[in-house]
């Protein structure tokens, strides 16, 4: 009898996690051209754990002069937002490999394969960061300064509210709020882990980089809309409709 009660409760956290599961798709377009397909997967993995998987693959023209497939997976604290792991899978024309970062708290340290580091508790990266704001309105986050681990180098980051306004999901108008993200270099221990950085990573710290998010006000708090405009060129990325 106890058997069969632990098969069933099993199977309850089994069909919760499932549920808990969500999936987003992206259009990025370039001058209004679309140019790469993108996806968010966020799950639970444990209590209190997150993993937030994020592909980017290049497409139409794009995909003959700078083809991308790029893999990025975040686990990370639902409590702290915190980066626990972070791996990625690269494949672009200048690079192609697998890294693997992961935290150790006993220690202070995130680890490679060959090199380990100090970072504050409760650091970010990009993409836990990103899920902060999903979770929390404007008035919990806005002005405030995370640290975030970006690559081997120490940042912080924090968002600042812009306005409230409405977002054009397919043929539904969604209330959002708009914010900008600003990343700046902190100080703190600098290591250079990647030969090349991947194309993503390589832009989205650059000086001058304005991100905008626009994130919607209630219900799932998805990001409707992401813009990075950089040395003259803006990408902006938007949800699909269901």
């Known amino acids: 009898m106890s058997y069969r009660c632990l098969l069933v409760g099993l199977a309850v956290v089994l069909l919760q996690a499932d549920e808990k599961d969500e999936k987003l798709h992206y259009t990025v377009t370039l001058l209004k051209i679309p140019c790469v397909d993108v996806t968010m997967v966020n799950k639970t993995v444990e209590q209190n754990q997150m ?3 994020f592909s980017a ?3 139409n023209i794009f995909d003959y002069f700078f083809a991308v497939d790029n893999q990025y997976n ?4 639902s409590q702290t937002f915190q980066m626990t792991k972070y791996a990625s899978t690269i494949k672009q024309p200048n690079t192609d490999y697998s890294f693997e970062l992961s935290w150790n708290p006993e220690t202070g340290k995130y680890s490679t394969s060959k090199q380990s580091y100090g970072r504050p508790e409760g650091s970010h990266n990009i993409f836990s960061l990103l899920m902060r704001a999903r979770q929390l309105t404007w008035k919990k986050i806005d002005t405030l300064w995370w640290p975030v681990e970006h690559e081997g180098k120490p940042y912080r980051g924090r968002y600042l509210w812009v306005d409230s306004t409405e977002v054009s999901v397919g043929s539904e108008k969604i209330s959002a709020d708009h914010y900008r993200l600003d990343l700046k270099s902190a100080d703190g221990e600098a290591m250079e ?3 090349v950085s991947d194309v993503f990573s390589w832009a989205i710290v650059l000086d001058g980089c304005v991100r905008q998010l626009w994130i919607e006000q209630n219900g799932d708090r998805r990001i409707l809309r992401a813009e990075v405009s950089v040395r003259g ?3 902006t990325a938007e949800l699909k409709s269901d």
């Not at 975040?74 to 604290?77: A, G, H």
């Open 51 to 53: 993993r937030l998987d």
């Open 233 to 235: 060129f803006t990408l």
């Open 57 to 59: 693959k290049t497409k």
């Open 74 to 77: 975040t686990w990370y604290n």
């Open 193 to 195: 882990l990647l030969e």
